[in-house]
């Protein structure tokens, strides 16, 4: 299904390693690249998302308010929203654009060997076969398998860090939820990653770390701006009349 995305990015990557002198470094361009490409879809689902926080105690008053008539609360919901100019999906599309992408380089990462054959994938020697994972060199000894047992640890971490930030923007039950599910993501994450080639998750390492620099550093502005924006907007709009 992602054959044509998997092609494209093999594209890309040979063209990396033509300048590149380590595969694991041609890993982490690529990321570099990816990431950027989607930085400006982050930064308007944080907007979305910031609104939608905003937004959300109308939300609940409304849904309240018409709780015994559904067809009648529908009706209010997509007058609110279209006065507000506002998608509920607005935060999920980049999201969504994001996951052809992510399988196709899971898939071109996994097999590395089909699309480049004869070659030698390492990091610099820190990660020597990015085609092994921690179950196969664990065997070998913890020597052996440390520094994929590194990579694996940071895998789960790195998934765990945005989402307990994330969730200094939410407040009770729905904060420690958040982070309820957090900590068993990362947990879920450790037995995924426990068979998954080293150069996927240096992929995903490198790609998480990006995350979490780029959520301290600039989305979370990005979403106290819109949300700043969002309340003024509120507090100027027309006092409605029931």
């Known amino acids: 299904m992602w054959d044509w995305i998997v092609n494209v990015l093999f594209q890309i990557l040979a063209l990396i390693q033509q300048s ?21 879809m982050m930064i308007k689902s944080s907007k979305s998302t910031a609104r939608m926080q905003v937004l959300t105690p109308k939300i609940q008053e409304i849904q309240e308010r018409y709780a015994d008539g559904p067809q009648r609360q529908s009706q209010e919901m997509q007058k609110f929203y279209a006065e ?7 935060g999920c599309l980049p999201l969504l654009i994001q996951m052809p992408i992510l399988c196709a380089l899971f898939t071109l990462l ?26 196969a060199t664990l ?26 930030y994330m969730s200094r923007n939410q407040t009770g039950a729905q904060a420690q939820t958040m982070k309820t599910t957090a900590i068993i993501m990362s947990f879920f994450m450790l037995f995924i990653g426990w068979s998954l080639p ?15 620099i780029q959520q301290i550093f600039v989305t979370q502005k990005v979403i106290d701006k819109a949300k700043a924006e969002e309340e003024e907007r509120m507090a100027n709009a027309p006092i409605e009349v029931n």
Do not use: M
Not at 30 to 37: D, P
Not at 198 to 212: E, N
């Open 198 to 212: 080293a150069g996927v998750l240096l992929y995903y390492d490198v790609s998480s770390a990006w995350q979490v």
């Open 110 to 135: 996994q097999h590395l060997g089909d699309y480049f054959d004869g070659e030698t994938f390492s990091f610099y020697g820190i990660l020597p076969n990015l085609q092994t994972s921690v179950a």
């Open 84 to 90: 507000n100019k506002f998608s509920p999906f607005g």
């Open 20 to 40: 590149a002198v380590d595969w694991g470094l041609s890993i982490i361009i690529l990321v570099v690249i990816i990431r950027l490409l989607l930085t400006p």
């Open 139 to 164: 065997p070998q000894g913890f020597g052996v398998a440390a520094p994929y047992v590194v990579a694996l640890l940071l895998f789960a971490v790195l998934t765990l860090i945005p989402q307990l």
